[in-house]
């Protein structure tokens, strides 16, 4: 029997918010996770956050559990979940950093001097120092921790293209990567009404496993895990609504509105401000 932990990171000030953002509200980067599952002994993280500071109060925290890390695993290419690895692996350095084959790629590009400039100067200073590290292709299907198995799950379209989850059978968990998102604004920025229709089939794929805990990579610190009902149903509700708000209005500013007006609790208004504008942004 496996269990299951989450670290999540909480609110990052982003120094160089998109064009268009009110300069007089601070503006964040969505709080993030990484989970532990862990067995007697051993344990295997998923995804792997961002910052040098995050990455190494993340490594504290599993060293505080007394586990011996033997993998971790990368949900999707976004280097926002990811690029804390060198920091992981210095501090567990017989654990192995894999991701589904598909995924691989746009995780090395992420590491190309382009991407790695986009995010160094949303997080300026602050990214791990040495050489960051991809994950690499995982062989077979499933990652073994104690005799128990933890099945990546390849689900398509979340906020970006290819996704994956994490099934834990013995734990009735599914680490959700960014297919999912719990108490926070959707990431929508790189989608399109179409890849927006695939996401909702991917958020089938999710409760087709029927977990009784779904941690999403980016969920409000008090977010609950259990509620996995509604967890999907918000996430569907929000996906639906977001394409209801945009097909009524004339600009970006309507659309953030509109979805404010329904969604305004939400953590993270910057994720609805970095979506709503790139829908109206004209092709480069
Ligand atoms: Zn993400």
């Known amino acids: 029997m496996l269990s299951i932990d989450v670290f999540t990171s909480g609110y990052k000030p982003i120094a160089a918010p998109a064009q268009g953002w009110d300069p007089s509200a601070q503006a964040t980067w969505p709080a993030t996770t990484s989970t532990l599952i862990s067995g007697e002994r051993e344990a295997v993280l998923v995804d792997a956050l961002i910052t040098a500071a995050e990455a190494d109060r993340l490594v504290d925290w599993i060293q505080a559990k007394g586990k011996e890390l033997t993998a971790v695993y990368v949900t999707h290419g976004h280097a926002d979940h990811f690029l804390g690895l060198s920091v992981v692996l210095a501090a567990f350095p017989s654990a192995i950093a894999v991701a589904l084959p598909e995924v691989v790629p746009y995780a090395q590009e992420q590491l190309s001097q382009g991407y790695l400039a986009y995010w160094e100067s949303l997080f300026p200073g602050q990214l791990p120092a040495g050489k960051p590290v991809a994950p690499e292709a995982l062989h077979g299907e499933v990652i073994w921790l104690e005799g128990e198995q933890i099945r990546?799950?390849?689900?398509?379209?979340?906020?970006?293209?290819?996704?994956?989850v994490v099934h834990v059978p013995s734990a009735g968990a599914v680490v959700g990567g960014d297919v999912g998102y719990n108490g926070i604004h959707?990431?929508?920025a790189g989608t399109d009404a179409?890849?927006?229709?695939?996401?909702?089939a991917a958020l089938d794929?999710?409760?087709?496993?029927?977990?009784?805990?779904?941690v999403v990579g980016h969920q409000a610190p008090e977010a609950p895990v259990d509620d996995v009902a509604e967890i999907l149903a918000f996430s569907r509700r929000y996906?639906?609504?977001?394409?209801?708000?945009?097909?009524?209005?004339?600009?970006?500013a309507q659309l953030i509105a509109t979805m404010t007006a329904t969604y305004g609790k939400l953590g993270n208004p910057y994720t609805l401000f970095a979506s709503a504008t790139a829908q109206f942004a004209s092709p480069q």
């Open 152 to 164: 990546p799950v390849a689900v398509g379209q979340s906020d970006t293209h290819p996704s994956s």
């Open 186 to 188: 959707m990431w929508l």
């Open 194 to 200: 179409e890849a927006r229709q695939q996401w909702l």
């Open 205 to 214: 794929i999710v409760e087709a496993l029927r977990p009784n805990l779904l």
């Open 239 to 252: 996906l639906v609504d977001f394409d209801i708000a945009l097909a009524a209005a004339a600009d970006a």
